[in-house]
């Protein structure tokens, strides 16, 4: 069982469902440690020998990995000719829908833009995409590591989003969950008719830039208050009132048409001025975070 990283309720107008936060994916990649390259004693992340406490030069710290308890010395060159053709090229193996990309593999999104020479086959791969509504699947080395990807066209450009391997997506098998369906939970049709009522009421078009992160800004106000307050120095006892979950006797239906009835309170991230939006992404990269079941 992986272990528990957050608790909290997830809140849908007003009822309350407390949940627990689980790693839904694990690392699986080699992992090369820092040495000394004179001694080839280990080096910590902040630069130091980790035997010693003895900080280190940049230019004095090589890449090695650990096999029978020994360490192997690679530089960065003979990293990359392990194969020279996966350290240049974004390979693409083959193309797929987009919505069956389970939204669970998508990591690290980035542009791709052509450099001098590439401007006509860059644009022929974006239109074509686009023009099937397909996402190419691509094999990539960065960073000493391969990257599955996958290459995403909106109309400006072609976005390439790393994917984790299958082997870095856990199941779900281990966690105590809901039977599918409505088996077991006692949800009645009027229930789960008013909730979808509530999904439609609360839906509205795409568009990122009306959100911001509040809580960022609320972590700003408070260094400031404390600081103006001459409380810099000094850590403040606070009393935190969670929301009570909606009790499993509760009258679902009432609470549902309050929240229909606009009665609960909703919270709006407003886009902060002058944020510039993002480029318009037709339906094959917006389907591809759509839910399915992993595989």
């Known amino acids: 069982m992986a272990r528990v990283m957050w608790k909290g309720a997830i809140s849908f107008g007003l009822l309350h469902a407390p949940v627990s936060l689980y790693p ?20 910590g992340y902040k630069r130091v020998v980790k035997e010693t406490g003895e900080e280190v030069d940049k230019d004095d710290i090589i ?4 096999y029978e308890g020994q360490y192997v010395v690679l530089s960065d060159e003979e990293i990359k000719a392990a194969n020279v053709k996966s350290t240049h090229t974004i390979d693409i193996v083959g193309f797929t829908e987009a919505e069956d990309v389970n939204f669970l593999f998508f990591e690290t999104p980035y542009y791709l833009a052509p450099t001098k020479g590439g401007e006509k086959v860059y644009a022929l791969l974006r239109e074509a995409l686009l ?32 994917l984790r391997w299958a082997t870095e997506v856990r199941g779900v098998e281990q966690l105590d969950l809901p039977e599918e369906g409505l088996k077991g939970v006692d949800i009645k049709p009027k229930e789960l008719t008013m909730a979808t009522q ?3 009421s609360m839906t ?59 009665t609960a309170h909703r919270t709006r991230r407003t886009s902060a001025p002058g944020k510039v ?19």
């Open 204 to 262: 509205e078009e795409w568009n990122p830039t009306q959100y911001r992160d509040t809580f960022r800004d609320d972590i700003l106000a408070m260094v400031k208050k404390k600081f103006d307050e001459g409380l810099a120095e000094q850590v403040t006892e606070v009393k935190i009132d969670l929301p009570e979950a909606t009790d499993q006797e509760t009258d679902l239906t009432e609470l549902l048409r309050q929240s229909l009835q606009g």
């Open 131 to 162: 023009k099937k509504k397909k996402i190419g699947v691509a094999l990539v080395v960065m960073h000493n590591k391969q990257h599955l990807a996958a290459l995403i066209a909106t109309p400006q450009a072609i976005v390439m989003n790393t």
């Open 277 to 295: 939006p993002l480029p318009a992404a037709r339906k094959p990269a917006a389907r591809a975070r759509t839910s399915k079941q992993v595989h």
């Open 63 to 66: 890449k090695a990995v650990k």
């Open 24 to 43: 839904a994916t694990q690392q699986d990649e080699i992992d090369f440690d820092w040495l000394r390259k004179d001694t080839l004693q280990a080096v």
């Open 198 to 200: 509530l999904i439609d």
